[in-house]
C-alpha cells in the first residue's frame, strides 16, 4: 500500500471552508479505482492546520491520482488558501489497509 500523510496549513480566512473547498476532489479520489482511504482530519491545536491521510493499492493508482483532471484542478483550488508549502510523507507499506491496534481495545 502506498501510505500518504499530508499537513496543511490554511490561510486563517480560509480555514472554516477548507473541508467545502476540498470536498469535490475528495469525492473524486475517494472514487478512484485502487483509493484505498482518503480521510481529512483538522488539528485540535491549530484551527488552521488540516491533515490528509491517503491509501492507494499501488504505485500505479497513486500515479493515476496524481495524473487526474481533478488532482489539477484541486492543486489550483488549494494553493489560492495555502499559507505555506505542505508537508508530506510517502512511503509504502505491507499491506492493503489498517490493522487493530493490539495496546487497546473497548473494555466489556
Given at each position: 500500500?502506498?501510505?500518504?500523510?499530508?499537513?496543511?496549513?490554511?490561510?486563517p480566512?480560509h480555514?472554516?471552508?477548507?473541508?467545502?473547498?476540498?470536498?469535490e476532489?475528495?469525492?473524486a479520489?475517494?472514487a478512484?479505482?485502487?483509493?484505498?482511504?482518503y480521510?481529512?482530519?483538522?488539528?485540535v491545536d491549530?484551527p488552521?492546520?488540516f491533515?490528509?491521510?491517503?491509501?492507494?493499492?499501488?504505485?500505479?493508482?497513486?500515479?493515476?491520482?496524481?495524473?487526474?483532471?481533478?488532482?489539477?484542478a484541486?492543486?489550483?483550488?488549494?494553493?489560492?488558501?495555502?499559507?505555506?508549502?505542505?508537508?508530506?510523507?510517502h512511503?509504502?507499506?505491507?499491506g492493503?489497509?489498517?490493522?487493530?491496534?493490539?495496546e487497546?481495545?473497548?473494555?466489556?
Amino acid at each position: 500500500m502506498i501510505f500518504i500523510a499530508v499537513k496543511f496549513t490554511v490561510r486563517p480566512e480560509h480555514a472554516d471552508t477548507w473541508l467545502e473547498r476540498t470536498a469535490e476532489f475528495t469525492r473524486a479520489t475517494r472514487a478512484e479505482e485502487g483509493n484505498l482511504f482518503y480521510d481529512w482530519s483538522r488539528s485540535v491545536d491549530d484551527p488552521n492546520q488540516f491533515v490528509l491521510l491517503e491509501g492507494f493499492a499501488s504505485q500505479e493508482a497513486g500515479a493515476a491520482h496524481v495524473g487526474s483532471d481533478h488532482f489539477k484542478a484541486a492543486m489550483e483550488t488549494m494553493s489560492e488558501a495555502i499559507a505555506s508549502t505542505p508537508e508530506i510523507i510517502h512511503t509504502e507499506i505491507p499491506g492493503s489497509s489498517w490493522s487493530e491496534m493490539g495496546e487497546l481495545s473497548p473494555k466489556s
